[in-house]
């Protein structure tokens, strides 16, 4: 390279023209650079990139030379401003075709700016749909509010729980819209600041998680405690927020364009496989929570159990069908030119996650009856005579009061330290 002439060409175009770089010789395979064959058949000069103009605009796709000249080993490309007038999804290339620069080596960085700020464009739509949920959130917080604050004597340990729930997903959607709202105003994306939103995020998923399998396991409406399952439902909960960390850092911490397809496969399977296995366990624990309610004869809590199932099922049920969609969509779409739908792909998640916490706050909604609800074992005929005896005790106080019958009259217990152990054994 002493004494020669080096030639870098940066060439910047939309993805509906790529069709327009690059040639074939003789139907042989495509080639981006000129060859002593192309240049016979299109027109090109060997050795730099093939441009055919665009039917839209001549002056595309756009290029820009920059050379080395005599015995330099390095080169400083010019800061070149270059004005997009066409809405589209671009690609910009760094290509060397001369052989003698193979193994140049290039650092830099390019800004790319939007009419509306910094944010590209298939992320804009999404800071709209942050201030949407917020909103949305917002007003799921102050209705459970009001009627957290009326019932709060009978207020359930699983009600603070979906309380927490409601108020990370307020807090995570609001985080959310100010990260894009800053990274659209100073094109960046400070790590301090995105990190804290999506371990606010991860928290929020995670606890989401183990309020479905509490609730599934009976937990505050079949069963006082977890018992023994306690610290497995810890565990498990300490290893999904810890993958489901890796995976959003890996995805949204200083970067702007999908992390590349192995890693983000490597990163994804443990999170699949945590999910996958959560909604086994989930099921298997409200089959056995329905059976126990059926066997008690609790119509009430039965009913309220079955709507939860019916959700849930809708619920895995739309995900498989989203996994499929994503998969097909992305596979369809190798140049990103649908960009414009691809919000959609987060987004769905978020949406999916709120309306099965509106199902969950409808359900177990703070009210005069949560606490007879959660400890007693009503009959199917007489269900607020019962009730009543299972509230009060001789004297008056609330309490919980075992009552027993004949095997024959079909009622059930309240709960009892003996029905507690068995079921820990059971399980």
Request: proline fraction near 3%; charge should be negative; include cysteine.
């Amino acid at each position: 390279m002493a004494h020669s002439t080096g030639l870098v060409q940066a060439i910047l175009f939309e993805a509906a023209d790529r069709e327009n770089i690059g040639g074939s010789a003789y139907g042989g395979q495509r080639s981006i650079c000129c060859t002593p064959d192309l240049a016979k058949l299109e027109g090109c000069k060997q050795g730099e990139i093939i441009r055919r103009p665009s039917s839209d605009d001549p002056d595309w796709p756009f290029v820009l030379d920059t050379h080395f000249s005599a015995n330099y080993l390095s080169v400083k490309l010019e800061d070149e401003e270059v004005r997009i007038t066409k809405t589209g999804m671009y690609n910009l290339f760094f290509i060397s075709c001369d052989p003698k620069l193979r193994g140049l080596t290039m650092s830099g960085k390019t800004v790319w700016r939007n009419p509306g700020g910094y944010l590209p464009g298939r992320m804009a739509p999404l800071m709209k749909f942050y201030v949407f949920m917020s909103l949305a959130y917002l007003l799921v917080m102050v209705i459970w509010s009001s009627q957290y604050v009326r019932f709060w004597r009978d207020i359930l340990p699983i009600q603070n729980w979906i309380t927490l729930v409601i108020a990370l997903g307020l807090f995570e959607m609001t985080l959310w819209y100010f990260e894009y709202l800053n990274f659209s105003s100073s094109g960046v994306r400070p790590v301090g600041i995105t990190t804290w939103v999506v371990t606010v995020g991860a928290i929020r998923k995670t606890i989401s998680r183990l309020l479905i399998l509490s609730i599934s396991m009976g937990y505050g409406v079949v069963r006082p405690t977890l018992g023994g399952l306690t610290s497995k439902v810890l565990l498990l909960g300490l290893t999904y927020f810890l993958a489901s960390e890796l995976l959003d850092i890996a995805e949204n911490v200083g970067t702007i364009n999908d992390i590349s397809g192995k890693a983000r496969l490597f990163l994804v399977l443990p999170d699949a496989f945590l999910d996958a296995f959560l909604i086994l366990w989930i099921f298997t624990s409200l089959s056995r929570t329905l059976e126990k309610l059926q066997a008690r004869r609790s119509s009430v809590k039965l009913d309220i159990y079955r709507k939860f199932t019916n959700a849930l099922a809708v619920s895995v049920i739309a995900s498989v069908a989203w996994i499929g969609y994503e998969v097909y969509f992305k596979a369809t779409d190798p140049f990103s030119e649908r960009w414009q739908s691809a919000w959609t792909i987060t987004a769905f998640w978020d949406v999916l996650a709120f309306v099965l916490l509106l199902v969950i706050c409808y359900l177990w909604a703070p009210s005069q009856s949560s606490q007879r609800y959660a400890y007693s074992g009503e009959a199917a005929d007489d269900d607020d005579e019962e009730a009543q005896s299972l509230t009060k005790g001789t004297d008056g106080d609330v309490g919980m009061v075992k009552i027993d019958k004949d095997r024959s009259g079909g009622a059930g217990n309240a709960f009892s330290l003996e029905d507690e152990a068995e079921e820990d054994k059971r399980e």
